[in-house]
């Protein structure tokens, strides 16, 4: 068990992801912290969303203190040197170069935009999952309000 308080977790240097919401019913920001799952909130401007992601860890860290939940220390900041060494099949490589002809680039030059797009489309499927996830994290901290005013 760690001997931190609530405060001292959140001066450490978390990773905090920040999302625009372009949605047309309910538009603004969404933010997670990188480090503790389901730890989500959104806001309706930018400006407000960095009270509210405090907010967040505030209470994600406690109920994890509260439960004996062992809580993650922020990830290290990696350096990539944005080169690395991928093994594949013969009649992959045989397709990529064959396409990366045909458009007119080189195979690395190829490879790259199809990894882009593939992110950028992993992240697009990804970000309702975490939305859900977030509106579930609402509700549970407003059950958990509401059932300390009682007390």
């Not at 931190?4 to 372009?22: A, C």
């Not at 990830?75 to 060494?85: L, M, N, Q, R, T």
């Not at 045909?102 to 593939?118: P, T």
Request: net charge negative.
């Amino acid at each position: 068990m760690s001997d931190k308080t609530v405060d001292d977790y959140l001066k450490l240097p978390y990773h905090i992801e920040i999302i625009r919401d372009d949605d047309e019913e309910n538009p603004g920001w969404a933010a997670r912290v990188h480090e503790m799952p389901g730890c989500i909130t959104q806001g309706d401007t930018f400006e407000e969303l960095g009270e509210m992601i405090d907010d967040a860890m505030r209470g994600w860290i406690e109920v994890a203190l509260e439960e004996g939940i062992p809580i993650p220390e922020p990830a290290p900041d990696e350096d990539y040197s944005g080169k690395f060494v991928v093994r594949l099949p013969r009649s992959l490589h045989r397709q990529l170069a064959e396409t990366a002809e045909r458009e007119g680039v080189s195979l690395n030059q190829f490879i790259n935009v199809a990894l882009a797009q593939s992110v950028g489309h992993a992240s697009a499927l990804a970000y309702p999952i975490a939305k859900q996830a977030s509106h579930f994290a609402v509700k549970e901290k407003k059950l958990k309000f509401a059932a300390k005013k009682k007390k």
